[in-house]
């Protein structure tokens, strides 16, 4: 029984709160405290299926297996951090300053670029993307990674996108062309980042 304290919070979501592991400062446990369990075990499901097929989890936190903790059953999963040791910030967190001071936009956007070519290769669905589940992972003052870390799988009722490589990637550029517009949308006021969307639409 791993014992967690409202100190080790790092952050809540729609339907989950997200802790520091008390035991290793490279792993975060997720706890469910609005709606039930289908959705944890969906997810699940889809994270087992992708362990099994061997993918680079170099863009994806990876999931390690559940554990009980006093505020119930948690779920493992890589903590993501930053060169400099802080734990990564969302896209959404980045995207809502009014301007360009802590990261440079363009890197910011070549890595979604990077993210979107690394889902295809793997064949990895998501319901749909959203820049609060991206985390932005700086490598140094000017470089990083993009990393998702919530989100993924596929609810068709059959879910042929998932084996099959082909429609899952027709799939996958339906979604992502949504997320662009969405981005646009969302950050009218941010003028650097919205200069910038530009480029990744047309890439
Ligand atoms: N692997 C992770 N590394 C660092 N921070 C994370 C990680 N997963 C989640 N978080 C933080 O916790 C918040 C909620 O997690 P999330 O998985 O999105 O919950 P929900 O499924 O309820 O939306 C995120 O917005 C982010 O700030
Ligand atoms: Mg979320």
Not at 27 to 50: F, N, S
Not at 134 to 157: A, E, H, M, P, W
Not at 192 to 201: N, P, S, T, V
């Amino acid at each position: 029984m791993i014992n967690i304290q409202p100190a080790d919070l790092i952050g809540t979501g729609v339907h989950r709160k997200c802790y520091i592991h008390p035991e290793n400062a490279d792993q975060c446990i997720k706890i469910v405290y609005r709606g039930g369990q289908a959705e944890t075990i969906r997810e699940q499901k889809y994270y087992r299926y992708l362990s099994q097929k061997g993918i680079s989890w170099e863009m994806l936190a990876q999931f390690h297996g559940n554990i009980e903790t006093n505020f119930g059953t948690g779920a493992v999963f890589d903590l993501v951090r930053d060169y400099d040791g802080s734990i990564s910030k969302t896209l959404d967190t980045y995207f809502n300053l009014t301007d360009e001071t802590t990261v440079s936009y363009s890197n910011v956007i070549q890595c979604l670029y990077e993210l979107k070519h690394y889902l295809l290769e793997y064949n990895i669905i998501t319901m749909a993307f959203k820049p609060k589940n991206i985390l932005y992972k700086r490598l140094s003052q000017t470089t990083g990674r993009c990393v998702i870390i919530d989100n993924i799988g596929n609810s068709d009722f059959i879910p042929i996108c998932t084996y099959n490589k082909f429609l899952g990637n027709k799939k996958i550029l339906r979604k992502w062309k949504r997320f662009e517009k969405a981005l646009s949308k969302e950050y009218l006021n941010n003028a650097d980042l919205k200069h910038i969307l530009l480029q990744l639409r047309q890439a």
